[in-house]
Each structure stands twice: as structure tokens, then as C-alpha cells.
């Protein structure tokens, strides 16, 4: 989402080095290839600083397992993001080992 890579890049440009891992969650590779190109516009000169994690299902295990692979010290996310869905978010939020911002 725009917003959560807008609130991304704001809190890593005041860290020394910038760095963002951004978890691309799409339902195919040729997807996740295009929302890959997507945040890099987006993130700008930031983009040097980016590791890509593909995501390929919208499922809470799967990003608990890529954030905990991604040794991430917060987690943003679009509350229109599927794994926010009320059946789901318990579970996220168990599995979760770092804090979770959701953006609006």
C-alpha cells in the first residue's frame, strides 16, 4: 500500500542506515514483480536501502514467519490489508514478534 510505504520511508530516513524490508503479497510472481517496481518509485532514493520479501499468500502464518525471517524491529501496515480481516487478525497479532502499526 502507498500509505504504509509513505510511513515506512518517513521513519527509516530518521534511522541511520535507512532500512526497509517490504513483505510484497501477491497472488503470483508476475504480481509480486509488479508491486516490486511499484514500491521502488515509490520509496525513491530510498529504494538502495530495500530488501523485497514476496508473500505469496495472504495468510497470518506465512507473515509471521517472513517478518520473524526479516529480524524486523516494526511492522506497518494498510488497514484495508486482508490479513487485518477480523477472522484473521487474533492470529496475526499472536504470531507477531515485533509491533504492528496499522496505517490508515
Known amino acids: 500500500s502507498n500509505r504504509a510505504l509513505s510511513a515506512a520511508s518517513e521513519l527509516a530516513e530518521r534511522q541511520q542506515p535507512p532500512e526497509i524490508t517490504v513483505l510484497l503479497q501477491g497472488s503470483d510472481a508476475g504480481t509480486i514483480v509488479k508491486l516490486q517496481e511499484k514500491a521502488t518509485v515509490l520509496l525513491g532514493k530510498l529504494h538502495e536501502r530495500v ?11 506465512l507473515l509471521a514467519k517472513a517478518v520473524l525471517r526479516s529480524a524486523s524491529d516494526l511492522l506497518i501496515v494498510d488497514a484495508d490489508n486482508p490479513l487485518l480481516d477480523r477472522r484473521t487478525l487474533w492470529q496475526c497479532l499472536q504470531a507477531l514478534n515485533c509491533p504492528l502499526l496499522v496505517v490508515r
Not at 51 to 61: G, H, I, S, T, Y
Open 51 to 61: 530488501r523485497f520479501l514476496p508473500l505469496e499468500a495472504a495468510d497470518a502464518a
